[in-house]
């Protein structure tokens, strides 16, 4: 029933687009194009994707087992708000953004390692959805959601990360401001074009009363109006699954970043243009994709406000960390070739997983490359399946080296198969312990390089021994080049 239900609104959809979409282009309508006659009220409602008629939500999104596992865990609870909108009650309507100690050790941590290497951390946190546009919401949660608290705590995160060294955008008046276009997609978890630039707009502020941006050489850059994005949505699309209903596209005007003619001149052509001192890493709100109408030019923003190139990092996929580890395993990063590093991250991410620091504070610092080396090997590690262990590291016979009394150790690893992602790593410790670590390595990143800290359970045993142990099957026989250095 469900499906042909579906079939016939799809069908309807079709339709009105056919009917209105010579017209909505040629006048690059916007969302908040208004028109006049019941010709444009009627593009001005497809604009906005009012191709069906409520309600649009139905019982299964108020059952907990609705949520239980595959893309709907991501997506718990779905509700509707006033006409055109979708809100995920646990990640939108979010009202506190806590960081426990250890994250909060650890981001410390990772502002002094950049700072060593001569790169400034600027943090962009991102509002929630709920924090945006809380007047779209109806009861009961208009009610219940307390826009204040949020908005408290979120301006209380920010505060903790300038205090832990790093320069963090202004975001206040972003949040209470009044906007002429709407920060985020109605049905999307994304922000729309006009959020990524008000946000790039305060990166560009706290980044340019920064004394060293001035060493960094000016570019200038001009944005014009791209295509109109499409988006039908991810609430959307997951309402559609769960109820068979949905509403259809939103139509946003897109932005394009160029630098002005005549920038790239005579230097380029001799090879005369400096390296770009500054990178950006994100999520898929940041991320330039080969799909244009996924493209909300963020990096674009960026380097217009600044006047300054800016390498993009930002990731699809990868979370809140992925793009931030590749960053730091890149050869430009190693290099040297960056002063300032901007990390959009949205509020909501507690960055609690200590497994993912191990991984990120060794990788900001260089790695072994300038640690003293305690033992090295070389594996060759056969086709194997789920569940197979083999020994990439011995620390004994002759060569061993005596670890004890270290409160770390840093693995160095080096995979002729960028593709092994999903792994355990264990330790063993000549007193009986060990340490057994689960990796999850982001499916985009394409390197086969690995860094990861060893803490040892006491200050008394030695390391004896490092193996890896297969989550995923290992179809072809790899190379493994492991380093064990002082951290």
Same mark, same amino acid.
């Given at each position: 029933?469900?499906?042909?239900?579906?079939?016939?609104?799809?069908? $309807?959809?079709?339709?009105?687009?056919?009917?209105?979409?010579?017209? *909505? =282009?040629?006048?690059?309508?916007?969302?908040?194009?208004?028109?006049?006659?019941?010709?444009?009220?009627?593009?001005?409602?497809?604009?906005?994707?009012?191709?069906?008629?409520?309600?649009?939500?139905?019982?299964?999104?108020?059952?907990?087992?609705?949520?239980?596992?595959?893309?709907?865990?991501?997506?718990? &609870?779905?509700?509707?708000?006033?006409?055109?909108?979708?809100?995920?009650?646990? %990640?939108?309507?979010?009202?506190?953004?806590?960081?426990?100690?250890?994250?909060?050790? *650890?981001?410390?941590?990772?502002?002094?390692?950049?700072?060593?290497?001569?790169?400034?951390?600027? %943090?962009?946190?991102?509002?929630?959805?709920?924090?945006?546009?809380?007047?779209?919401? $109806?009861?009961?949660?208009?009610?219940? @959601?307390?826009?204040?608290?949020?908005?408290?705590?979120?301006?209380?995160?920010?505060?903790?990360?300038?205090?832990?060294?790093?320069?963090?955008?202004?975001?206040?008046? $972003?949040?209470?401001?009044?906007?002429?276009? &709407?920060?985020? =997609?109605?049905?999307?978890?994304?922000?729309?074009?006009?959020?990524?630039?008000?946000?790039?707009?305060?990166?560009?502020?706290?980044?340019?009363?920064?004394?060293?941006?001035?060493?960094?050489?000016?570019?200038?850059?001009?944005?014009?109006?791209?295509?109109?994005?499409?988006?039908?949505?991810?609430?959307?699309?997951?309402?559609?699954?769960?109820?068979?209903?949905? !509403?259809?596209?939103?139509?946003?005007?897109?932005?394009?970043? $160029?630098?002005? &003619?005549?920038?790239?001149? *005579?230097? /380029? +052509?001799?090879?005369?243009?400096?390296?770009?001192?500054? *990178?950006?890493?994100?999520?898929?709100?940041?991320?330039?994709?080969?799909?244009?109408?996924?493209? @909300?030019?963020?990096?674009?923003?960026?380097?217009? !406000?600044?006047?300054?190139?800016?390498?993009?990092?930002?990731?699809?996929?990868?979370?809140?960390?992925?793009?931030?580890?590749?960053?730091?395993?890149?050869? /430009?990063?190693?290099?040297?070739? =960056?002063?300032?590093?901007?990390?959009?991250?949205?509020?909501? !991410?507690?960055?609690?997983?200590?497994?993912?620091?191990?991984?990120?504070?060794?990788?900001?610092?260089?790695?072994?490359?300038?640690?003293?080396?305690?033992?090295?090997?070389?594996?060759? %590690?056969?086709?194997?399946?789920?569940?197979?262990?083999?020994?990439?590291?011995?620390?004994?016979?002759?060569?061993?080296?005596?670890?004890?009394?270290?409160?770390?150790?840093?693995?160095?690893?080096?995979?002729?198969?960028?593709?092994?992602?999903?792994?355990?790593? +264990?330790?063993?410790?000549?007193?009986?312990?060990?340490?057994?670590?689960?990796?999850?390595?982001?499916?985009?990143?394409?390197?086969?390089?690995?860094?990861?800290?060893?803490?040892?359970?006491?200050?008394?045993?030695?390391?004896?021994?490092?193996?890896?142990? =297969?989550?995923?099957?290992?179809?072809?026989?790899?190379?493994? &080049?492991? /380093?064990?250095?002082?951290?």
């Amino acid at each position: 029933m469900w499906q042909r239900r579906l079939d016939m609104i799809r069908s $309807v959809a079709a339709c009105l687009l056919l009917a209105v979409g010579s017209v *909505a =282009f040629a006048a690059g309508l916007t969302e908040t194009s208004e028109t006049s006659g019941d010709e444009g009220q009627q593009e001005s409602r497809v604009m906005k994707g009012a191709f069906l008629q409520p309600p649009f939500t139905c019982a299964a999104l108020s059952d907990p087992a609705t949520y239980a596992e595959g893309a709907m865990t991501a997506m718990r &609870e779905l509700i509707a708000g006033k006409p055109f909108w979708f809100f995920r009650t646990e %990640v939108d309507l979010q009202e506190s953004f806590p960081m426990d100690e250890a994250a909060q050790q *650890a981001f410390a941590e990772l502002v002094d390692r950049l700072a060593q290497r001569g790169v400034r951390l600027v %943090v962009m946190p991102q509002p929630t959805r709920g924090l945006m546009h809380a007047e779209e919401l $109806v009861s009961p949660w208009r009610a219940r @959601y307390s826009l204040a608290a949020a908005r408290r705590s979120f301006l209380d995160k920010a505060q903790l990360l300038r205090a832990l060294g790093a320069a963090v955008a202004d975001m206040e008046p $972003v949040l209470r401001g009044e906007h002429e276009q &709407e920060y985020f =997609f109605r049905r999307d978890h994304h922000w729309t074009p006009y959020g990524a630039q008000v946000s790039a707009r305060q990166v560009a502020e706290v980044m340019l009363a920064e004394p060293g941006i001035n060493e960094i050489p000016e570019v200038s850059y001009q944005t014009h109006p791209d295509i109109l994005l499409r988006k039908m949505g991810t609430l959307n699309a997951a309402v559609a699954m769960v109820c068979g209903n949905s !509403y259809g596209f939103q139509w946003v005007r897109g932005s394009i970043t $160029v630098p002005e &003619e005549g920038t790239d001149s *005579a230097d /380029a +052509l001799f090879g005369d243009v400096a390296a770009p001192a500054i *990178a950006l890493v994100g999520t898929s709100n940041s991320d330039n994709r080969d799909d244009r109408y996924k493209n @909300y030019n963020f990096h674009g923003f960026l380097q217009q !406000y600044l006047s300054r190139d800016v390498v993009n990092f930002a990731m699809t996929g990868g979370g809140a960390t992925g793009s931030l580890q590749d960053l730091l395993l890149s050869e /430009a990063f190693q290099s040297g070739q =960056f002063r300032y590093l901007i990390w959009e991250l949205p509020v909501n !991410y507690p960055l609690e997983e200590q497994e993912v620091w191990r991984q990120l504070l060794p990788a900001a610092s260089g790695g072994c490359s300038n640690r003293a080396l305690l033992a090295s090997q070389a594996t060759t %590690v056969p086709v194997s399946a789920v569940d197979d262990r083999i020994e990439v590291l011995a620390n004994a016979g002759e060569r061993r080296r005596l670890t004890a009394g270290k409160p770390h150790l840093l693995l160095e690893m080096n995979y002729s198969d960028s593709n092994f992602k999903d792994f355990y790593v +264990l330790a063993y410790y000549d007193d009986g312990q060990r340490e057994k670590i689960r990796i999850r390595r982001p499916a985009r990143l394409d390197t086969g390089r690995f860094l990861l800290r060893l803490d040892p359970p006491s200050r008394h045993g030695n390391l004896l021994s490092v193996l890896l142990e =297969f989550e995923q099957p290992q179809p072809v026989a790899m190379t493994v &080049e492991t /380093a064990l250095c002082d951290y």
